[in-house]
């Protein structure tokens, strides 16, 4: 069974640092595009970055400059490093696998 586990998520001041991993399991990894997605509360789930299996990189908008999303295909997972959060990160982060894949979440909360 295919699946996507997310880890790295946590409370953390502002200006702070996470990475986010997504580990995937029971399927081939490295000919999919991959994404990172972010649901607040009260808002719609949005795109954050994605890598394509080529590993071209785009970004919101809102991240650029400060998060970088990343791949290891040997090791079929999936990374978000981010840096200076900021308190409008705090949101539910989920892995995202092209053909509708999707995580359970890990929650991030950029918090003094």
């Known amino acids: 069974q295919v699946q996507l586990v997310e880890s790295g998520g946590g409370l953390v001041q502002p200006g702070g640092s996470l990475r986010l991993s997504c580990a995937a399991s029971?399927?081939?990894?490295?000919?999919?595009?991959m994404g990172w997605y972010r649901q607040a509360p009260g808002k719609q789930r949005e795109l954050v970055a994605i890598?394509?299996?080529?590993?071209?990189?785009n970004y919101a908008d809102s991240v650029k400059g400060r998060f970088t999303i990343s791949r290891d295909n040997a090791k079929k997972t999936l990374y978000l490093q981010m840096n200076s959060l900021k308190p409008e990160d705090t949101a539910v982060y989920y892995c995202?696998?092209?053909?509708?894949?999707w995580g359970q979440g890990t929650q991030v909360t950029v918090s003094s």
């Open positions: 995202h696998r092209e053909g509708g894949l």
């Open positions: 029971g399927s081939i990894f490295s000919i999919y595009d």
């Open positions: 890598i394509t299996n080529e590993g071209s990189r």
